[in-house]
């Protein structure tokens, strides 16, 4: 029993440790998963179905009569090592308001962009 107790305090500080470690990456944007991606088919799924799948984009751009939508998603891990996520989850759509295209591309650059970089 008494070296049971050692193994379960451990425990617990090992387990909060990564609920730590977790809260001290940063995270912005909205992450769209590959589940959500492949759920929409292009010529089918329309604004709406977007819209109720991950929400309002950030950005919308309209070319011509067809609009495009970007969900900006950036992730840095807390520690060193690990990998950045900067990507963007892009929806075009025709004048109806149908799918035409969706995609993953890389992100917009943040904070180089801003600076010019």
Not at 44 to 67: C, H, M, N, Q, Y
């Amino acid at each position: 029993m008494k070296k049971l107790i050692p193994i379960a305090i451990l425990s617990t500080f090992t387990l909060s440790g990564c609920k730590l470690l977790d809260s001290l990456a940063y995270e912005t944007g909205t992450k769209v998963t590959q589940e959500q991606m492949a759920s929409l088919e292009d010529g089918k799924s329309t604004k709406k179905d977007v819209i109720r799948l991950v929400g309002f984009p950030a950005r919308k751009v309209a070319i011509k009569d067809d609009e495009i939508w970007y969900f900006d998603y950036n992730y840095i891990p807390p520690l060193p090592g690990q990998e950045n996520i900067n990507e963007a989850s892009v929806f075009e759509f025709d004048s109806s308001g149908t799918l035409t295209a969706h995609y993953k591309s890389k992100g917009q650059g943040g904070a180089l962009k801003a600076l010019g970089l």
